[in-house]
């Protein structure tokens, strides 16, 4: 049944349940035929109302800062797999008491550290904590510099010439993540850097996390190959296997609703004005830059129809994004949802010239709305001094 937007706020976030467990359901299917565990990234996906939907399915989830850490505690229940490029001393016992695995960017890192963890861990005897280090495989078929980790000048992970022949006492996992919206064929070919640079390690370590940018949940992803994959390095190299995606598991699970406020010509070209905006609401569209699909519009500009740019209400001269055509004139009021909104842009959102945070609801399973959240002026003085 089609969502019936007439009862929703705009603008706002409409995550779909049914869609987030279509999604989720692939997810566990695949960890349980490879003999892994796939846990989720939250910097891709923090709706934290959702987690006990998410915990239905996975049994972890890993943390880039502490804050991100507190939410998998409080909200799923789990302690962390953790990973920060630095950490700050005055928060490492906390992160400490918080994780289940925690990852070393460098090995200065790590020698920073390691006393500490060591007097924890006989402090705290029962907790399960295991410490890892980040590698640079120098491979990664990312485009894209700013989603890169493995470009000279990288400061995400180690490479093989810093690392000694023997994994540093204490160290018992190994960290990559240079994968971002891949298919399982670069996961095979990374796989191969990985193995050739570091084989000999992955036969001491106990634990490989394979980082992010496993798309299996878009249409046309190979996942008997990385089931394959993943079984492999399993048991070649005597390892428990780690996937953190991010992106797959929210991938295409929901939308941001949006109205039309006004409609203006300027000279010569169609523009309307949304109660969103592409700087403050989704600015991965501004920054990677991608042009979101509306639903119900042409993406491009088709001749003979009508044609309009989609303005953000902020006063930044580059906040719009198009054109897209319609099948008919844009008015006042009409809604504009731009779809596959939830991974990376309920994360990004900022207050950006005092505009309101989108409200976030969820559109039920038995197709009722619901709204969980509204922001208004608290959420942007509470940001400022
Ligand atoms: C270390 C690490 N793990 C996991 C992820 C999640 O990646 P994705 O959302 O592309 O699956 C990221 C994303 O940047 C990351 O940096």
């Known amino acids: 049944m089609p969502i019936d937007y007439s009862d929703i706020p705009s603008p706002c976030f409409v995550l779909e349940e ?32 959702a987690f006990p939907i998410v915990k239905e399915y996975l049994h972890g989830a890993t943390a880039s800062s ?37 990852t070393f960017n460098t090995l200065s890192q790590w020698e920073r550290f390691k006393d500490r963890v060591a007097i924890y861990r006989k402090s705290n005897p029962l907790q399960e904590l295991s410490c890892g280090i980040r590698v640079n495989p120098q491979y990664s078929e ?68 394979m980082g992010g940018g496993h798309l299996m949940t878009r249409e046309g992803y190979d ?9 492999t390095i399993r048991e070649k190299y005597n390892l428990e296997v780690i996937l953190e995606p991010g992106s797959a598991i929210a991938w295409r699970t929901g939308e941001l609703v949006t109205t039309v406020l006004d409609v203006m010509d300027s000279q010569g070209i169609e523009v309307a004005v949304l109660d969103t905006s592409f700087a403050a609401h989704m600015p991965d569209t501004l920054e990677m830059p991608y042009k979101p699909v509306i639903k119900g519009a042409y993406q491009e500009p088709v001749e003979g129809k009508y044609t309009c740019r989609m303005g953000g209400m902020t006063c930044l001269a580059g906040d719009f994004m198009g054109d897209y055509s319609f099948d008919k004139p844009l008015e006042v009021g009409d809604k504009i949802i731009f779809e596959d909104m939830i991974h990376y842009t309920m994360v990004k959102t ?4 005092g505009v309101n945070l989108p409200s976030i609801g969820l559109w039920t399973k038995d197709q009722k709305f619901r709204l969980i959240r509204s922001f208004g002026y608290e959420s942007f003085k509470d940001r400022l001094s």
């Not at 005055?90 to 918080?98: A, G, M, T, Y």
């Open 66 to 102: 502490l804050n991100e850490i507190r939410l998998i505690n409080d909200f799923m229940g789990y302690q962390a797999h953790t990973y920060i490029p630095a950490y700050l001393e005055n928060e490492f016992e906390e992160v400490l008491s918080r994780s289940s695995h925690i």
């Open 142 to 209: 990312v485009s894209t510099e700013m989603y890169n980790p493995c470009v000279p000048g990288s400061r995400l992970g180690v490479t093989r010439d810093k690392l000694p022949d023997l994994l540093p006492e204490g160290i018992e996992g190994i960290h990559f993540h240079t994968l971002c919206e891949n298919d399982s064929y670069t996961l095979e070919r990374t796989l191969a850097a990985v193995e050739e640079r570091f084989g000999d390690l992955l036969h001491q370590a106990r634990w490989l996390n």
């Open 223 to 231: 996942t008997s190959k990385l089931i394959d994959l993943v079984s």
């Open 18 to 49: 049914e869609l987030l467990r279509k999604n989720l359901e692939l997810i566990d299917s695949v960890q349980k035929a490879a003999g892994c565990k796939i846990i989720l990234a939250l910097k891709g996906f923090s709706m934290y109302s």
């Open 350 to 353: 900022t207050t950006f010239n």
